[in-house]
C-alpha cells in the first residue's frame, strides 16, 4: 500500500502532525459489539440482476446489522426498498448479516443504485457534505 501517511508519517507533508491512518485505526480499538451497534451500512461493489423486480447488491458491510424485511436507503440517490433476503457470499440465505462481513442484499423497489453508493438503514441515513 502506498500513499503519504497511510502507513506511516511521511515527510511529503510535513504540515500534517496527526497519525498515520493506520496509527489512527489501531488506536481506535473498535470491537465487534461497538461496530455491530451502530447504524447499517453496506457499500455497494457489484450489482446483479436476479428476476423481475428483485436486485441483487453485494459489497462490504462497514457496520450494523440488516435482516430480511428491513427498510433501507440508497445514498446518494435517496431511493428506497425492502430487504427480500440476505445471501452469504457462496448465495446461502441468512436470517442476518453483520459488520465486517461481505454479503449480498437481493432488494425489492425501484431502486437507483449504483457501485459505491452506500446502502443504509432507511431512517438512519448517513451523513453527506455539499
Known amino acids: ?16 502532525t496527526g497519525m498515520s491512518v493506520l ?14 451497534s451502530l447504524p447499517f451500512r ?3 461493489a457489484r450489482i446483479a440482476d436476479i428476476e423481475a423486480g428483485i436486485r441483487g447488491f453485494s ?3 462497514v457496520s450494523g446489522v440488516i435482516r430480511p424485511g428491513d427498510d433501507v436507503r ?7 426498498g425492502r430487504v427480500a433476503q ?19 442484499l437481493m432488494l425489492e ?12 438503514g432507511i431512517d438512519q441515513p448517513a451523513h453527506t457534505a455539499d
Do not use: C, E
Not at 86 to 104: C, E, I
Open 1 to 16: 500500500m502506498q500513499g503519504d501517511n497511510v502507513l506511516k508519517s511521511s515527510d511529503n507533508t510535513s504540515w500534517y
Open 23 to 36: 496509527g489512527f485505526l489501531k488506536a481506535q480499538g473498535a470491537n465487534s459489539d461497538d461496530v455491530l
Open 42 to 44: 453496506l457499500s455497494v
Open 59 to 61: 459489497g462490504s458491510i
Open 74 to 80: 440508497v445514498q446518494p440517490s435517496g431511493s428506497t
Open 86 to 104: 440476505v445471501l452469504t457470499p457462496d448465495g446461502a440465505g441468512v436470517d442476518r448479516a453483520d459488520a465486517g462481513q461481505t454479503g449480498r
Open 109 to 120: 423497489g425501484d431502486l437507483v443504485v449504483s457501485r459505491g453508493d452506500l446502502i443504509s
